[in-house]
C-alpha cells in the first residue's frame, strides 16, 4: 500500500499509512545531537554520594552538548535562521582555527600535548 502523498505530508495518507511514519519518527531529543553516540547519560550513584553524581552528570551533558541543545530548541528556529546560525558559526569556527594556527607559525604558541589523560 503507497502512502498518499498530497497536502497532508510526505508521510501521511488517508488510510493511515503509519509504517512509512514510523520510520522516520524522531522521538527523542538525542535523535539529533550528532555523532556524539546515543545521547544517553547514564551515571551511577555510589555510596549514596547524589552530590558527586550530580556533578558527573552535569558534565556529561556539557560535554555532548545537552545543553545547548535544550536552548535551541526552547524555541522554534525557522529554517532560514537555522540555517544563518549555522552559517555564522561556521565562519566563526573557520577564523578561530586561522587564528590558532598563525599564532602557532609565530612561535607564540605551542601546540598542547594530547594523551589519555589531556583532552
Known sequence: MACYRGW???????RGCDKTRRLFKRD???????NRGS????????ENN???ALKVLKKRM???G???EMKLRKY???PSERRARQKAEAIRRARKLARKLALREAG???KKARGPFNR
Not at 497532508?8 to 488517508?14: E, I
Not at 545521547?39 to 555510589?46: A, D, H, T
Open 39 to 46: 545521547g544517553n547519560v547514564e551515571v551511577s550513584v555510589r
Open 62 to 64: 556539557q560535554r555532548e
Open 8 to 14: 497532508r505530508g510526505p508521510f501521511t495518507s488517508r
Open 76 to 78: 522554534y528556529e525557522k
Open 108 to 110: 607564540l604558541v605551542k
Open 66 to 68: 545537552m545543553f545547548r
Open 50 to 52: 547524589v552530590d558527586q
Open 28 to 34: 527523542s531529543l538525542s535523535a539529533d545531537i550528532g
